[in-house]
């Protein structure tokens, strides 16, 4: 429940400096993203599946309210 995401490392606006990098030949990729609006109790989610020549296979988001 969204309402127990309270922990203060959770709601940081700090953010990392991540590189991203292609995955090895005959594997794909799958990254996935989460945000949280916890006082307005909304949540977003993303998809991005890559292969091994960066090529986007498929992606999908979804926002809950």
């Given at each position: ?21 292609l995955?090895p ?8 993203d989460?945000g949280f609006?916890l ?5 977003c989610?993303?998809?991005?599946i890559?292969d ?6 498929g992606a999908c ?5």
């Amino acid at each position: 429940e969204l309402a127990s995401l309270t922990s203060g490392a959770l709601l940081s606006n700090q953010s990392a400096s991540v590189k991203w990098s292609l995955p090895p030949s005959n594997v794909v990729k799958v990254n996935v993203d989460v945000g949280f609006v916890l006082a307005q109790r909304k949540a977003c989610s993303g998809v991005i599946i890559h292969d091994a020549d960066g090529q986007i296979l498929g992606a999908c988001s979804r926002l809950t309210m």
